[in-house]
C-alpha cells in the first residue's frame, strides 16, 4: 500500500491511497513555546448518508507536542507519554531509532536515516514494512509527492503506523533542521 501525502509537513496533511481516496489527515495549528501545541489526527469513516458525498472523519489520535517534557499520544481513550509509548533507543547524538509493540504484540521499530524513516520488525530479522519517500523535485527522475510505502504484513494496524509516523517524521525534519541551522547550510531531502 502507497500512502501519498499532500504536503511533506506530516502535522497538516491528507494521506490518500492508491486509488486517490483520502484516508487519513493531519492538522496543527501553529503554537509557538515550552507547549508547541497538539496535532490530530483524523480517519476517514464511513458515510452515515448514501447522498452525502462530502467526507467524514473521526478523531485517530492527538499528540501534545512539548519541548522539556515527554510529548503525550491520546489514543483508544489513553494518554501515553512518549517515553513510555515509543521510547528512544540508541546512542545520543547517532541517529536514533524508537521502538513500538504493535497491536499484535510483536515489537517495532522505527528508525531515522539521514534522507528517510524507516520502519522494521525489532527483532533479528529486521524485515522492513515501511519506508517515507520525499517528494521528488522531477530533476533527475519522475517528479513525486512524498508517499509512506507500507508492506501488507502491517496493514492490520495501519492506523498505528499512521500515528507513530507522523511522530517519527517531525521528530525527524526536526532533526534536519536543527543540522542545518548548525552547519549554516540547507540540507536537501
Given at each position: 500500500m502507497r500512502l501519498t501525502l499532500s504536503s511533506e509537513t506530516v502535522r497538516n496533511a491528507v494521506m490518500r491511497n492508491?486509488?486517490?481516496?483520502?484516508?487519513?489527515?493531519?492538522f496543527h495549528p501553529?503554537?509557538?513555546?515550552?507547549n508547541q501545541g497538539t496535532t490530530t489526527i483524523q480517519k476517514i469513516k464511513p458515510n452515515d448518508d448514501p447522498t452525502d458525498m462530502r467526507d467524514q472523519f473521526d478523531v485517530l489520535a492527538q499528540i501534545e507536542w512539548h519541548l522539556t517534557t515527554p510529548t503525550v499520544f491520546r489514543m483508544h481513550g489513553q494518554e501515553l507519554p512518549s517515553?513510555?509509548?515509543?521510547?528512544r533507543h540508541g546512542?545520543?547524538?547517532r541517529l536514533s531509532k524508537r521502538t513500538f509493540t504493535g497491536q499484535d504484540g510483536r515489537p517495532y521499530r522505527w528508525d531515522m536515516h539521514r534522507h528517510v524513516v524507516v520502519l522494521?520488525?525489532?527483532?533479528?530479522?529486521?524485515?522492513?514494512?515501511a519506508r517515507y519517500h520525499r517528494a521528488t523535485l522531477g530533476i533527475l527522475g519522475p517528479k513525486q509527492r512524498p508517499y509512506l510505502e507500507i508492506h501488507p504484513d502491517v496493514w492490520?494496524?495501519?492506523d498505528m503506523i499512521v500515528v507513530?509516523?507522523?511522530y517519527i517524521e517531525k521528530l525527524h525534519m526536526d532533526k534536519d533542521r536543527g543540522a542545518q541551522r548548525n552547519s549554516g547550510t540547507r540540507v536537501i531531502p
Open positions: 492508491e486509488s486517490g481516496q483520502i484516508l487519513y489527515r493531519t501553529l503554537k509557538l513555546g515550552i517515553n513510555v509509548f515509543i521510547p546512542i545520543r547524538g522494521s520488525r525489532n527483532d533479528e530479522t529486521r524485515e522492513e514494512l492490520h494496524m495501519l507513530t509516523f507522523v
